[in-house]
């Protein structure tokens, strides 16, 4: 099975400063990668997805971005965070193997308040 | 496009009850079905999934699911709930061939009160 693994787990920052939150992925090659959103009573949000390094999809016009500089390495960025960009972030990968439709695993996850 | 709805947000109940957590699907091509739980401040972990086969699937901690493909549903269910289940439970869905995403439901807090 895969590991996920995400940092920091808690970050704190003020409103207009930059954000970079990390996951990698142990356990498999060429993974599909997911950054959700989950934000109080909201569910999960898809952010952007990537099924190769440098291919990144995104889902939700916002000010943050998604790069893959490697096979099992996920950031999500900003240059300047909004007070509405807090929330609890996950990071996912499963097979990419088209057709199949394979489970998701998830990362332990990021707790971002911007104040 | 297919959509997921978890019809209740939030379900008390008393420690060794029984408890169903519902959910119904929308699409248009058969579907894979996902059942997870997430504890507070903790990443989602798969419960059980359905691909194809026997539409009873049993999963982790005593949980067990049943797909309706006539009324496109997918219930969780456990017979004796104990107070280490409470947490909050979403039901995921993946088309068929060609898509490799999930869609999500907006999650059911179980309450497991002693």
């Known amino acids: 099975s895969q590991t996920i693994h995400q940092w920091p787990a808690t970050l704190v920052q003020p409103v207009g400063s930059p954000l970079s939150l990390e996951c990698t992925v142990e356990g498999t090659s060429n993974p599909n990668l997911y950054w959700y959103r989950q934000a109080a009573g909201r569910g999960l949000q898809l952010l952007f997805y990537?099924?190769?390094?440098?291919?990144i999809s995104s889902e939700v016009p916002q000010n943050l971005s998604a790069s893959r500089p490697q096979d099992r390495q996920f950031i999500l960025s900003s240059k300047k965070l909004l007070l509405s960009d807090s929330g609890f972030y996950l990071c996912?990968?499963?097979?990419?193997?088209?057709?199949?439709?394979?489970?998701?695993?998830f990362g332990p996850g990021t707790r971002l308040t911007v104040t | 496009a297919q959509s997921v709805t978890q019809l209740d947000s939030q379900v008390p109940v008393f420690e060794e009850a029984p408890v169903e957590l519902r959910c119904n699907y929308s699409?248009?091509?058969?579907?894979?079905l996902f059942w997870y739980v997430q504890y507070p401040n903790q990443g989602l972990q798969l419960l059980l999934k359905y691909l194809s086969g026997s539409t009873l699937v049993k999963g982790i901690n005593g949980f067990e699911a049943e797909f309706n493909k006539s009324q496109t549903s997918f219930h969780l269910r456990k017979p004796s709930v104990h107070i280490s289940d409470t947490a909050e439970y979403f039901c995921a869905v993946s088309s068929g061939a060609g898509s490799y995403q999930l869609t999500f439901g907006k999650g059911t807090k179980l309450s497991v009160i002693p």
């Open positions: 990537s099924v190769g390094i440098g291919q």
């Open positions: 996912a990968s499963n097979r990419n193997d088209r057709g199949h439709p394979y489970e998701q695993y």
């Open positions: 699409s248009s091509v058969s579907v894979y």
